[in-house]
Nanobody, 134 residues
Framework: EVQLVESGGGLVQAGGSLRLSCAGSGFTFDDYAIGWFRQAPGKEREGVSCISNSDVPTYYADSVKGRFTISSDTAKNTVYLQMNSLKPEDTAVYYC???????????????????????????WGQGTQVTVSS
């Protein structure tokens, strides 16, 4: 059974840092594109960062460039999202998702790291809440 479990969310003051973890089981990370997405109240779910072993470069949304870093530890089947200089507008539920690299579009990073490319053929975690206070 494929499972993705996020952890590391919490409440932090603006300017602070958090590191989210996405631990996967039931599949091999090397064969999958992994993405971090977030959804704020009343807003659509959006791609934050995606990483894969495909030809598609790592993606960061403009709003997080220079502040967030995605990394993977294939030995642990875990992907991390290091979030620094957090802002109140980063408040959201953060989800990780995985889709086979065979299904991950070979397009620009911005076009590839989108919710429709991870659903319904991919796998999603349950989400972890990140709240940044001002």
């Amino acid at each position: 059974e494929v499972q993705l479990v996020e952890s590391g969310g919490g409440l932090v003051q603006a300017g602070g840092s958090l590191r989210l973890s996405c631990a996967g089981s039931g599949f091999t990370f090397d064969d999958y594109a992994i993405g971090w997405f977030r959804q704020a109240p009343g807003k659509e779910r959006e791609g934050v960062s995606c990483i894969s072993n495909s030809d598609v470069p790592t993606y960061y949304a403009d709003s997080v460039k220079g502040r967030f870093t995605i990394s993977s530890d294939t030995a642990k089947n875990t992907v991390y999202l290091q979030m620094n200089s957090l802002k109140p507008e980063d408040t959201a539920v953060y989800y990780c998702a995985a889709v086979s690299v065979i299904l991950y579009p070979n397009r620009s990073p911005q076009q590839s790291c989108r919710v429709p490319n991870f659903a319904p053929m991919g796998y999603w975690g349950q989400g972890t809440q990140v709240t940044v206070s001002s």
